[in-house]
């Protein structure tokens, strides 16, 4: 039965996933069932992550469940999971600014140096490429400080041109950067307009960090953004 399976090395992997998914003890008919293998097979494959250091609580009659805090090793990565990761490293590379590009470039260095031979051409030699890009325009080092103000719920002070040439001073609650093809938008709570704004990171002026927290967690700004249906329309940069 097992036979028909994926390889061995990427069976593990798909186990690890399945218990990662649950919170709660799964049964081993279930495991097997779901990973088309006997439940000898099965046992043999808990067995073996077990003595590779997966924390997998359990056994037969009971259910197996994973403790949390298990990191996956890197050498489990199967092959469609690396061609994902290298294809969407390089994109950063491609269209990131040049401090996500240069941590994308390291990225894609140490998976390389932690693989077992046989999966570095999946990195190495991988065929997935990332056409041309348009150039995008702004202040390199502003892409740094907006990602470091999302990451720290902080408060920003911007001086912003409009479409129409004019120039404000805001606050802003900055919570997500959308990397679109031809430019970076930021989307914040704006306190001048006391709603929900899109601003184009190139046609911002100066962006001074507060030190101030804004009083909700990102994800609850980008919880109410998308419950007010702004990802459902075209990002719009704001134009007064």
């Known amino acids: ?81 690396l061609d994902a990761l290298t294809l969407g490293l390089r994109w950063v590379t491609h269209y990131g600014d040049s401090a996500l590009s240069k941590a994308a470039e390291e990225a894609i260095s140490n998976i390389a140096d932690v693989l077992p031979a046989r999966l570095q051409p999946y990195i190495n030699h991988s065929t997935l490429l990332v056409g041309p890009t348009k150039t995008r325009g702004g202040n390199q080092n502003n892409f740094s400080l907006l990602r470091s103000a999302v990451r720290d719920e902080s408060k920003i002070r911007v001086r912003y041109v409009d479409l129409h040439g004019e120039q404000t001073e805001r606050i802003l609650w900055p919570f997500s950067l959308g990397y679109l093809p031809e430019e970076v938008v930021l989307a914040a709570w704006c306190e001048l307009r006391n709603d929900f704004r899109h601003f184009s990171v190139a046609r911002f002026v100066s962006i001074e960090m507060l030190n101030s927290r804004y009083p909700f967690s990102r994800q609850r700004l980008l919880y109410r953004w998308r419950q007010a249906g702004r990802d459902k329309e075209p990002i719009q940069q704001e134009k007064k």
Not at 65 to 74: F, H, Q, R, S, T
Request: a positive charge; proline letters at 6%; hydrophobic letters at 40%.
């Open 1 to 81: 039965m097992s036979a028909s399976g994926p390889n061995r090395a990427e069976r593990l992997l798909n186990l690890l996933q399945i218990l990662r998914r649950h919170r709660y003890p799964v049964s081993g008919t279930r495991l097997a069932e779901e990973l088309a293998i006997g439940l000898r097979t099965l046992y043999r494959d808990i067995a073996s992550l077990r003595a590779q250091g997966a924390d997998i609580r359990g056994e037969a009659g009971t259910g197996y469940v994973l403790e949390e805090g298990y990191l996956l090793p890197p050498m489990m990565f199967s092959p469609e999971q």
